[in-house]
């Protein structure tokens, strides 16, 4: 059973910093690709940062140069920093994998940017 358990979220002033954390549980995490998708009010989920098992990262134009995702294989972790705050990132954050066509979801962490 895959497991995946978000944290770090919370109320920042807009410019302001967060770094989301997703532990991940009950697969060989170093092999998986992961994702971080959000989701704001009355918005689909959308996709925001990619690293691969082999540590290339993508990102969503809204994201780039602001928003880093890394991964620590060592420790089944991958996590999402945050910078320069906007309060359209204001959503639920999600962490992703997908597993021989299985999509796995964390429990989602809620981020609010506002001053």
């Known amino acids: 059973q895959v497991q995946l358990v978000e944290s770090g979220g919370g109320l920042v002033q807009p410019g302001g910093s967060l770094r989301l954390s997703c532990v991940a549980s009950?697969?060989?995490?170093?092999?998986?690709?992961m994702d971080w998708y959000r989701q704001a009010p009355g918005k689909e989920r959308e996709l925001v940062a990619t690293?691969?098992?082999?540590?290339?990262?993508i990102y969503a134009d809204s994201v780039k140069g602001r928003f880093t995702i890394s991964r620590l294989n060592a420790k089944d972790m991958v996590y999402l920093q945050m910078n320069s705050l906007k309060p359209e990132d204001t959503a639920v954050y999600y962490c992703?994998?997908?597993?021989?066509?299985?999509?796995?979801w964390g429990q989602g962490t809620q981020v609010r940017v506002s001053s």
């Open positions: 009950g697969s060989i995490f170093r092999l998986n690709d």
């Open positions: 992703h994998t997908e597993i021989y066509g299985t999509s796995y």
């Open positions: 690293i691969t098992s082999i540590g290339r990262t």
